[in-house]
């Protein structure tokens, strides 16, 4: 990266007479003298409160170019919202403008409070020509850099979303990078846009340590706040799969080899624990993605191995499925999760919804029911009951067993005297 920089800026040096103005623009700021001698008098204007405004639209730019004299337009725009998008008859263009500031407006770059917030120009017409709400800010493309960033080393993203601001120090935030892999991760996201200047965060701050000096970040609007949640979660399924290929041996012979209480201890500390809280939020539906995409990942290369989520069954939906074809002898696992609820209780469903009717061609079904908890963000206990076929085809249901962690933190099995 800094090789092709400095090649650039090599070409503009020889061509100084032929340049009288050169306005470059980029993700990231480098320090420029490492580059050439021919960039040490660029001004970075990037917080300079004259420059503030010059880009994105204002609320009286959206007013004049979008609302004064067109009626007629936005009369439309509001029908198929009405229409297509849940919003009531008595929504009114008044709220229309309150909703496109919510969405799509925010961005701010001065520390001066009289500055006016921008709005994202691109979002904006794309909602005009639309005529509906959109994520256009990330489908226009991420930065590179932030989703190599991420990928690198996803627990640098640890982001506060409660917080309405972000602290950061004043040299920490202009000093400029000297390589892609020294931004400290909050100007780094305000390079690439999912953070922008607060004014009012040192008022809004109460650390009783806070400085004047400091500078403040936000998430500009709910477009590149929800945009960040969705780069997030779709490179933390790709890691949660990666994870899960580390275990396929070594998981797939505890299975075939009925040793419940290790298969339990790898989901609890190889699947959840390194999920943790960035993956897990406390849904019955975020245990099963992260269990799911680690077990997907466990049997990636085992062809023998199929699994499934949410997959039609009897009267209801499997939370996973796994089947395993190894030679003859199929045998199909059936999951069922629930949040904070005894692990029976899950087993008890996966038998009144006919969980595993569908699947009578096997030779085995394994019924597993798992009490996830939403405090500890793990599972807890769990209940084993395998189904054997006799020798005249039919079905032989065996007493469940019955597993909890103990004070160590492990699966063991519970013996009932």
Same mark, same amino acid.
């Given at each position: 990266?800094?090789?092709?920089?400095? *090649?650039?800026?090599?070409?503009?040096?020889?061509?100084?007479?032929?340049?009288?103005?050169?306005?470059?623009?980029?993700?990231?700021?480098?320090?420029?003298?490492?580059?050439?001698?021919?960039?040490?008098?660029?001004?970075?204007?990037?917080?300079?409160?004259?420059?503030?405004?010059?880009?994105?639209?204002?609320?009286?730019?959206?007013?004049?170019?979008?609302?004064?004299?067109?009626?007629?337009?936005?009369?439309?725009?509001?029908?198929?919202?009405?229409?297509?998008?849940?919003?009531?008859?008595?929504?009114?263009?008044?709220?229309?403008?309150?909703?496109?500031?919510?969405?799509?407006?925010?961005?701010?770059?001065?520390?001066?409070?009289?500055?006016?917030?921008?709005?994202?120009?691109?979002?904006?017409?794309?909602?005009?020509?639309?005529?509906?709400?959109?994520?256009?800010?990330?489908?226009?493309?991420?930065?590179?850099?932030?989703?190599?960033?991420?990928?690198?080393?996803?627990?640098?993203? %640890?982001?506060?979303?409660?917080? @309405?601001?972000?602290?950061?120090?004043? +040299?920490?935030?202009?000093?400029?990078?000297?390589? +892609?892999?020294?931004?400290?991760?909050?100007?780094?996201?305000?390079?690439?846009?999912?953070?922008? +200047?607060?004014?009012?965060?040192?008022?809004?701050?109460?650390?009783?340590?806070?400085?004047? %000096?400091?500078?403040?970040?936000?998430?500009?609007?709910?477009?590149?706040?929800?945009?960040?949640?969705?780069?997030?979660?779709?490179?933390?399924?790709?890691?949660?799969?990666?994870?899960?290929?580390? #275990?396929?041996?070594?998981?797939?012979? %505890?299975?075939?080899?009925?040793?419940?209480?290790?298969?339990?201890?790898?989901?609890?500390?190889?699947?959840?624990?390194?999920?943790?809280?960035?993956?897990?939020?406390?849904?019955?539906? *975020?245990?099963?993605?992260?269990?799911?995409?680690?077990?997907?990942?466990?049997?990636?290369?085992?062809?023998?191995?199929?699994? @499934?989520?949410?997959?039609?069954?009897?009267?209801?939906?499997?939370?996973?499925?796994?089947?395993?074809?190894?030679?003859?002898?199929?045998?199909?696992?059936?999951?069922?999760?629930?949040?904070?609820?005894?692990?029976?209780?899950?087993?008890?469903?996966?038998?009144?919804?006919?969980?595993?009717?569908?699947?009578?061609?096997?030779?085995?079904?394994?019924?597993?029911?798992?009490?996830?908890?939403?405090?500890?963000?793990?599972?807890?206990?769990?209940?084993?009951?395998?189904?054997?076929?006799?020798?005249? =085809?039919?079905?032989?249901?065996?007493?469940?067993?019955?597993? %909890?962690? =103990?004070?160590?933190? #492990?699966?063991?099995?519970?013996?009932?005297?």
């Amino acid at each position: 990266m800094l090789a092709v920089l400095s *090649s650039f800026f090599k070409v503009l040096k020889g061509s100084q007479k032929d340049c009288k103005f050169i306005f470059v623009t980029g993700v990231t700021k480098f320090h420029l003298s490492g580059l050439t001698s021919g960039a040490n008098s660029a001004n970075d204007i990037s917080l300079h409160e004259d420059y503030a405004e010059m880009l994105g639209y204002t609320d009286k730019d959206i007013e004049k170019l979008f609302f004064n004299d067109k009626h007629t337009y936005i009369n439309t725009v509001i029908i198929n919202l009405r229409e297509n998008w849940y919003k009531g008859e008595s929504y009114t263009d008044e709220q229309l403008k309150q909703e496109l500031k919510d969405y799509y407006n925010g961005y701010c770059f001065s520390r001066n409070k009289g500055i006016k917030r921008m709005y994202n120009p691109d979002s904006i017409l794309k909602f005009f020509r639309d005529k509906a709400f959109g994520n256009y800010w990330s489908n226009s493309g991420n930065p590179a850099i932030l989703l190599q960033q991420i990928r690198n080393d996803i627990n640098r993203f %640890t982001i506060a979303w409660n917080k @309405s601001s972000l602290a950061i120090n004043k +040299l920490d935030f202009e000093n400029l990078a000297g390589s +892609l892999s020294k931004i400290p991760l909050l100007p780094l996201m305000y390079q690439t846009g999912y953070l922008t +200047l607060d004014p009012n965060g040192f008022k809004e701050d109460i650390r009783e340590d806070k400085n004047a %000096t400091d500078y403040y970040l936000k998430f500009p609007n709910e477009e590149v706040r929800s945009a960040l949640k969705s780069t997030l979660i779709k490179i933390m399924d790709e890691v949660q799969e990666e994870t899960g290929k580390q #275990y396929s041996t070594s998981i797939l012979n %505890t299975l075939r080899n009925k040793k419940w209480s290790v298969f339990l201890n790898y989901i609890r500390s190889d699947c959840l624990a390194k999920a943790g809280y960035r993956f897990l939020d406390k849904t019955e539906r *975020s245990f099963q993605r992260a269990l799911y995409l680690f077990l997907n990942g466990v049997f990636h290369a085992t062809h023998d191995m199929q699994t @499934s989520a949410e997959s039609d069954s009897g009267i209801g939906r499997t939370d996973i499925v796994m089947e395993d074809h190894r030679n003859d002898q199929r045998a199909v696992y059936i999951f069922e999760l629930k949040i904070d609820r005894p692990a029976l209780e899950a087993l008890t469903q996966i038998h009144s919804k006919d969980y595993s009717i569908k699947y009578g061609s096997c030779s085995e079904k394994i019924l597993i029911g798992i009490t996830c908890d939403a405090a500890k963000l793990n599972i807890t206990e769990a209940i084993v009951q395998v189904h054997q076929k006799d020798e005249q =085809d039919n079905f032989r249901e065996v007493v469940y067993t019955h597993f %909890t962690v =103990d004070q160590s933190g #492990y699966f063991k099995e519970v013996i009932n005297q």
